[in-house]
């Protein structure tokens, strides 16, 4: 490495770890206005955020940041691996935000925090007219956030929402994102008539007793020794809507909602936040000293969470596991059931409103609806008024279900006030993880493995096969490193094929 490249390099990094502490600040204060902040606070709290955020965003935007990463990108054969990453990523950060100011930033910032605030109190009161403006804003940033970039004429012709969907999952088209969904309906839309007409019944009536808060509490700190999320290193509390939240190396956040009649909708979110919280937790820490810590795309991470919650969570093994436990804390809504109830019931199949309260099976179409809906918002001309009108229409149309309001239809998710092009990385999630459970299954006894409650030799398997290279690789790429084959829909759709001909009896 020449000396002006070794240079370049050193103030590079010496800027990022400034940065790093604003990005600190602003996940502990983004953290707390999704938990504990008052309802009059989170104005100026989300002002602050936004603030910092572009103070941060000021540090990579000087014209010395970017004439010397530009320099690296152009040096890039002078650095040693994980640098390369590093030169990597911020070009295509530079060539995608190039034209955005700092001013423009933090016009996009506040409209987002708008978009929460606006989001809160229309789901409060269940009504989708208090959310609308701030939704039209949040549209607009987007596409304005797009044309703002330098494309080529190919990504031109492929759209804005195309942008949009590659944002969160990079390398990933419409196109593709088309074929797969068409297939997925080829394959599930047939399974879920039969599985519909079987003749088996699955009791499901013990799970929506009521059950006190306190319990569900204790049912949870269980769930999390279970998969050994390292409370020193992470913690856990309340929100609306459960999510993870990454503060630094070593503080990662989760979040669930208690439901006094929905017990296991607490269970399995807090399990599905833990995956993504390991995936924080476990990742190489030379990632964080070559700050590249950030290059996991949400496909990924999305594929640990629902590995955990879905593929771990509802197996046979871990309910052989935690069922004795979960009988002793629900001890007054469980004491009729046996451990096969149990298992069916938390895979029973039930067309339902709630995507984070829908079963497996099911959840992929929540997933298509909200990405035919973002196609029609961003290049379909549907107006943002008539969005409720449109999720009736498509839930009746795929789940025959209808929201009779708007808090459970349309504004049941966050995930629009910051923004278009996150959903279907929850499906991409589902497929990357049925391929590479596949590899694991052959190299380690997995069910063995939970029913004994060794989630270590798992967690490990996924640390050094899974999380290692994920900042590292682009998705297609690093799926096909885990698992040695291109992507495919086809593992998880057979998956859920067995499974679910298994608990149906069908022929």
Not at 124 to 146: G, H, P, W, Y
Not at 147 to 160: A, P, V
């Amino acid at each position: 490495m020449n000396p002006e490249t070794k240079e370049k390099l050193d103030y590079i990094k010496s800027v990022l770890k400034e940065a790093n502490n604003y990005a600190i600040a602003c996940n502990v204060l983004a953290f707390d206005q999704e938990t504990i902040c008052p309802p009059r606070g989170m104005q100026a709290q989300g002002e602050a955020n936004a603030y910092l955020a572009n103070q941060l965003f000021k540090l990579v935007k000087s014209d010395e940041f970017i004439s010397a990463s530009e320099y690296l990108y152009e040096h890039i054969d002078e650095l040693d691996d994980l640098d390369k990453v590093l030169a990597d990523q911020y070009h295509r950060d530079y060539v995608k935000n190039k034209n955005i100011t700092p001013e423009k930033n933090l016009e996009f910032t506040l409209a987002f925090n708008q978009g929460f605030v606006d989001w809160t109190k229309a789901r409060q009161n269940s009504d989708f007219s208090m959310f609308a403006d701030a939704l039209t804003k949040v549209r607009d940033v987007c596409i304005e956030k797009v044309k703002l970039r330098e494309l080529s004429e190919e990504d031109k012709k492929r759209g804005i929402y195309n942008q949009l969907v590659g944002d969160y999952e990079r390398g990933i088209t419409t196109e593709e994102l088309d074929k797969c969904f068409e297939h997925c309906k080829e394959r599930l839309i047939p399974l879920l008539k039969k599985i519909q007409n079987s003749k088996k019944k699955i009791r499901t009536d013990f799970m929506h007793r009521e059950v006190k808060e306190y319990q569900q509490v204790e049912m949870v700190k269980y769930l999390l020794d279970v998969l050994h999320f390292d409370q020193e290193r992470g913690a856990f509390s309340t929100s609306e809507h459960p999510f993870t939240h990454w503060v630094s190396q070593h503080d990662t956040r989760i979040t669930t909602h208690y439901y006094p009649t929905d017990f296991s909708a607490s269970m399995y979110s807090i399990i599905h936040e833990s995956g993504h919280a390991l995936f924080e937790m476990l990742q190489p820490t030379e990632d964080y000293d070559h700050y590249i810590q950030d290059g996991k795309t949400l496909g990924m991470h999305e594929s640990v969470s629902r590995m955990y919650e879905n593929r771990i969570g509802r197996s046979r093994s871990f309910v052989k596991l935690i069922f004795p436990k979960a009988k002793e804390i629900f001890s007054d809504i469980l004491s009729d059931v046996t451990e096969e109830e149990f298992y069916e019931a938390i895979n029973a199949v039930n067309p339902s409103l709630i995507r984070t309260e829908s079963d497996e099976f099911t959840y992929t179409f929540h997933i298509i609806i909200r990405y035919e809906i973002e196609k029609e918002i961003i290049e379909g001309g549907l107006d943002i008024a008539d969005i409720p009108k449109r999720w009736r229409e498509k839930y009746e149309e795929y789940l025959g279900v209808s929201p009779k309001t708007d808090r459970e239809g349309v504004l049941q998710d966050v995930h629009w006030a910051t923004g278009f092009g996150y959903f279907p990385t929850y499906s991409m999630g589902n497929m990357y993880n049925a391929m590479y459970y596949n590899r694991m299954k052959n190299e380690i006894d997995i069910d063995k493995c939970v029913e004994n409650g060794d989630l270590d030799t798992i967690n490990n398997w996924m640390k050094d096969n899974v999380f290692a290279k994920a900042n590292r690789l682009a998705p297609s790429e690093w799926i096909k490193d885990i698992t040695g084959r291109d992507f495919t829909a086809d593992d998880f759709l057979d998956y859920l094929e067995e499974k679910y001909s298994k608990i149906y009896e069908l022929s």
